[in-house]
């Protein structure tokens, strides 16, 4: 191993497509994102995507242009580092953006965890023993340790093939309750029939799918691995957010409709609604088809945000933030093998604490889900602050460029800005337990970011551009 260069040009168009939609994770919807709207949100769960939808593509304006100009490893904090030059804010946008990156590791390692007692629970009626959640979990992060220790090549392999696999088999799921329900309504789209009022709709579209979109901009730490960058990157971020939004708002409608409004609060008190109606629509024998590949889905999808937190981390080695040790690069497999190594101890220590305090005060399925929720709001939090942050940068770069445009540089992006200080103020608006806990996590985590930063202010800001990978 030595201080060396990630792997070149060794992802295509499709590659980033399908590493940003294996993010995305479709069977998500599958497994966790309908359940966590249809809880908060109700009948209105399939809007909750819909202006989800509108809230990405609102923020992700600057990440578009920001793609086209800079090509870095760091990803959003070279971003702002390159747009203002100023050191304490782009290093604590680093450290945002790093426990960003690293929430769907840890959500996803415990969704898998706690899977395996819901199913056994919703289809066999059995209790499994405490511990099987943790050791699930821990297996996930195993994986994606290894997977990425041996390269991006492979994990863009695997996430193509994972990827497609969801989409067929979650979707003949869809369109078969849709084509048989017998509740099929546009009231699903109407604001009025949140079961949790605004606020609770708020909170569905935040655990829901804001948390699900958020996957695409993992793929922006890939950059420096991408063939002509800064071609590549924008029209692979544009056209995987499409097609999660067309798939996702679907499979919502499809799991809201394929029972009657009444009964919708006892179909997301089952913790697997869309697992209980395939199985009640399709039989037991496809409902368990879909899951495994749903499960097959959850633990490839913390494989991109792992890589991402990984190269955010070898940046700042790279950068003389972190040791400098974390730069260093495999030499077969051109991987960041410290910052993996890192990621990984990281992600452990932090499930187990978050899932061993939830499930001691809230039992095995109960607090195991309420630690997804708690990771939820945390990624859906410090995803959407660093992409403000990135947002109000984006006219110091333009500007710099001698390119500014007053509505697409400046009131496009701040339209976005503003809708993210609206859904931070109805998330916490009626905040309880577990969610609660979620706000001294999140303020020590920032001021810890923020010392670190002004520690660090005096190292040289490298403000470079890696070029385009060919």
Do not use: C
Not at 18 to 44: D, H, K
Not at 172 to 181: E, K, L
Not at 396 to 416: C, D, E, R, S, W
């Amino acid at each position: 191993m030595a201080n060396g260069t990630l792997n070149r040009g060794s992802i295509g168009f499709w590659g980033v497509v399908f590493i940003s939609m294996v993010a995305i994770f479709p069977a998500n919807i599958y497994i966790i994102s309908s359940t966590t709207a249809l809880t908060y949100a109700g009948e209105a769960a399939p809007l909750t995507f819909i202006i989800g939808t509108a809230l990405m593509f609102l923020n992700v304006i600057a990440v578009y242009i920001f793609s086209t100009k800079i090509v870095n490893a760091g990803g959003y904090y070279k971003f702002v580092e390159k747009a203002t030059g100023n050191a304490v804010l782009s290093r604590s946008t680093a450290w945002i953006q790093f426990i960003a990156q690293m929430g769907p590791v840890i959500i996803s390692a415990t969704v898998f965890g706690w899977l395996i007692p819901v199913t056994a629970s919703a289809l066999f009626g059995v209790t499994l023993p405490f511990w099987v959640p943790f050791v699930a979990s821990f297996l996930v992060l195993l994986y994606v340790f290894l997977i990425s220790y041996f390269g991006v090549k492979l994990s863009t392999r695997i996430s193509i093939v994972i990827g497609i696999l969801e989409i067929v088999f979650v979707l003949a799921a869809g369109i078969y309750i849709v084509s048989h329900t017998q509740y099929n309504s546009l009231g699903t789209f109407n604001i009025k029939n949140s079961s949790g009022g605004i606020d609770g709709f708020f909170v569905g579209m935040v655990t829901g799918p804001l948390t699900a979109y958020i996957g695409y901009s993992a793929v922006v730490q890939f950059s420096e691995e991408a063939k002509f960058s800064k071609t590549v990157m924008k029209k692979a971020i544009v056209t995987s957010i499409l097609i999660a939004a067309v798939f996702e708002t679907f499979m919502m409608y499809s799991i809201t409709v394929g029972t009657s409004p009444s009964h919708l609060a006892a179909l997301s008190s089952s913790y697997a609604p869309a697992l209980v109606l395939t199985r009640d629509y399709m039989g037991l024998g496809f409902a368990l088809t879909v899951l495994i590949v749903a499960l097959l889905g959850q633990i490839t999808s913390p494989l991109t945000f792992g890589n991402s937190a990984s190269r955010v981390v070898y940046a700042l080695g790279r950068d003389k933030i972190f040791p400098e040790s974390f730069a260093k690069v495999h030499k077969k497999y051109k991987s960041p093998v410290i910052a993996i190594t890192f990621v990984f101890i990281f992600a452990v220590i932090a499930s187990v604490i978050t899932q061993a305090f939830m499930v001691y005060r809230f039992g095995i399925l109960t607090g195991m889900f309420d630690a997804i929720v708690f990771w939820s709001i945390i990624l859906t939090f410090t995803n959407l602050l660093y992409h403000a942050i990135v947002n109000q940068s984006l006219p110091f770069l333009m500007k710099k460029l001698k390119q500014l445009n007053v509505v697409k540089h400046i009131v496009a992006p701040t339209v976005g800005t503003i809708t993210i200080i609206i859904i931070f103020y109805y998330t916490f608006l009626g905040i309880a337990l577990p969610i609660a806990y979620d706000i001294p996590v999140i303020i020590v985590w920032i001021l810890i970011g923020i010392f670190v930063a002004y520690r660090k202010r005096n190292v040289a800001i490298s403000n470079e551009d890696m070029g385009d990978s060919v």
